[in-house]
């Protein structure tokens, strides 16, 4: 259990990095309406938007974007990143071997952890350009994003008249999230609504950025001022206005399929939500992700016309250990043996294109599916800037700020990042930290000489099994 802990975590491809638990200070946070009035303002408050906050927020007329007015509410887009371009890569993987929450040497050897991620970092770095140049020579989870921020941003202003500033967050390349909180902190804002990018929770991804803001926010000279309110989005993935964008990007490669190919393929279609994998010990042990993207399929698969056939899937696993099943690269075989021919792909727990869609879907699974026999091959591109999408986010935004907070620690509490029963042995702080400083170690020399077994025995460098 502990060799396939680490194993995780060096699951490594663009934008996803499955994260070792980490320790929490608890947030003494009330359950308040997140835009009420202080405590000087008037009494009479009420849960939906105050005046104070509307007069301050709301776009003065003939404005048509939040950049225009000083507004001090923000919201702040999580994702884990990825290089832009083939010189960002060996930056980038030093980035992740450097950090010790990715491997936590033992206190001994801790100031080699630096010299490590720079060699691990240079012998990947080759190997990792490769699988970027394939899709031109970097990652766009960036340019989506920003894209995205943007334009949620103009809808709110359009669609709701309100004028918000508006943040990246990544994990491992820029912008960092320690960039943004100085930019929320320098621009003054009062309150955040912090919405990770990914409809679906996990402790692997939303709950991997919602710990380091955990960290950020508790330190004693944290940069942002804790007079700051903030809210989390936890997850998403029920929301209406997201299935139906989903759904009308699946109909329109359904729609694509031509007469001729009908008459000379069958009439039957095919649906494969193919959602990024993830231990089956993260299960066991209470991450809702499965559940979420099982529900979630199921939402977008009513939506669907009824002859058409729904199949979910896993991909982008690695190393020994059990992952969700069904795995991709069985399903597809299995599909091909079932006679499918006509078959839509949909990467479902993306929301932007990255090197697991572009790659490893477009690539690697296109050319399984077709030595498969299925032949009429669609993919479903991922929500990026799509109009439905973009209009349900700041729709998102707007209910955040009506509705009670949720804190940092909360989500993470609720969604089982952190063990109720943990928080209150973690008054003394500086005593766990110690502990988890020790277990981590050891976890880490696990899973460095595990590695090196795996990548033994295959003849093959495991980075190389998801695209480094």
């Known amino acids: 259990?502990?060799?396939?802990?680490?194993?995780?975590?060096?699951?490594?491809?663009?934008?996803?990095?499955?994260?070792?638990?980490?320790?929490?200070?608890?947030?003494?946070?009330?359950r308040s309406a997140f835009l009420r009035p202080s405590s000087s303002s008037s009494s009479s408050s009420s849960s939906s938007l105050s005046s104070t906050w509307l007069q301050a927020a709301t776009m003065p007329e003939g404005a048509t974007s939040g950049a225009t007015t000083d507004s001090k509410i923000g919201v702040l887009f999580l994702n884990l990143g990825g290089p832009e371009k083939s010189t960002d890569v060996e930056g980038f993987l030093y980035n992740l071997f450097a950090d010790p929450d990715i491997i936590r040497l033992p206190p001994f050897i801790s100031s080699l952890q630096k010299p490590i991620a720079l060699a691990i970092s240079k012998r990947r770095a080759p190997k990792s350009r490769e699988a970027y140049n394939s899709i031109g020579g970097g990652s766009p989870i960036v340019k989506y994003t920003t894209e995205q921020a943007n334009l949620i941003s103009q809808a709110l202003a359009s669609n709701h008249n309100l004028a918000v500033k508006t943040y990246i967050g990544m994990r491992y390349w820029f912008p960092f999230t320690e960039q943004a909180l100085a930019e929320i902190a320098e621009d003054g804002i009062q309150s955040l609504v912090i919405l990770p990018l990914y409809p679906q929770f996990s402790v692997s991804t939303s709950g991997s950025s919602l710990r380091l803001l955990q960290e950020e926010f508790s330190k004693e000279e944290?940069?942002?001022?804790?007079?700051?309110?903030?809210?989390?989005?936890?997850?998403?993935?029920?929301?209406?206005?997201?299935?139906?964008?989903?759904?009308?990007?699946?109909?329109?490669?359904?729609?694509?399929?031509?007469?001729?190919e009908l008459e000379k393929f069958g009439p039957e279609k095919h649906v494969l939500f193919s959602a990024h994998g993830v231990p089956q010990s993260y299960i066991d042990n209470g991450d809702p992700y499965q559940a979420q993207i099982q529900d979630c399929v199921e939402r977008i698969g009513k939506s669907l016309p009824e002859d058409v056939t729904?199949?979910?899937?896993?991909?982008?696993?690695?190393?020994?250990?059990?992952?969700?099943?069904?795995?991709?690269?069985?399903?597809?075989?299995?599909?091909g043996e079932q006679g499918v021919k006509n078959l839509v792909v949909v990467p479902i727990s993306f929301v932007s294109e990255h090197i697991e869609t572009l790659e490893e879907i477009d690539i690697e699974y296109r050319e399984l599916a077709e030595e498969s026999g299925i032949e009429n091959w669609r993919r479903c591109p991922a929500l990026n800037t799509d109009q439905t999408f973009i209009?349900?986010?700041?729709?998102?935004?707007?209910?955040?700020?009506?509705?009670?907070?949720?804190?940092?620690?909360?989500?993470?509490?609720?969604?089982?990042?952190?063990?109720?029963?943990?928080?209150?042995?973690?008054i003394d702080v500086d005593k766990e930290a110690k502990v988890a400083e020790r277990m981590n170690g050891r976890f880490a020399m696990l899973g460095i000489v595990s590695t090196l077994l795996v990548e033994l025995a295959s003849g093959k460098s495991l980075l190389h099994m998801f695209g480094l």
């Open 222 to 260: 944290s940069v942002v001022p804790k007079s700051m309110k903030h809210t989390v989005v936890a997850s998403w993935y029920d929301r209406p206005g997201y299935v139906s964008s989903v759904a009308g990007l699946i109909m329109q490669e359904l729609e694509s399929f031509t007469e001729e």
């Open 310 to 335: 729904v199949h979910l899937s896993y991909q982008s696993r690695v190393g020994p250990i059990e992952w969700l099943r069904p795995y991709t690269d069985d399903v597809l075989p299995e599909l």
């Open 1 to 30: 259990m502990l060799v396939a802990m680490l194993l995780v975590t060096l699951n490594i491809a663009d934008g996803y990095v499955p994260m070792a638990s980490q320790s929490f200070r608890t947030e003494r946070a009330g």
């Open 391 to 426: 209009n349900d986010m700041a729709d998102l935004v707007v209910e955040s700020l009506e509705s009670p907070t949720l804190t940092v620690t909360e989500a993470c509490v609720n969604n089982n990042c952190i063990d109720v029963k943990e928080i209150s042995q973690l």
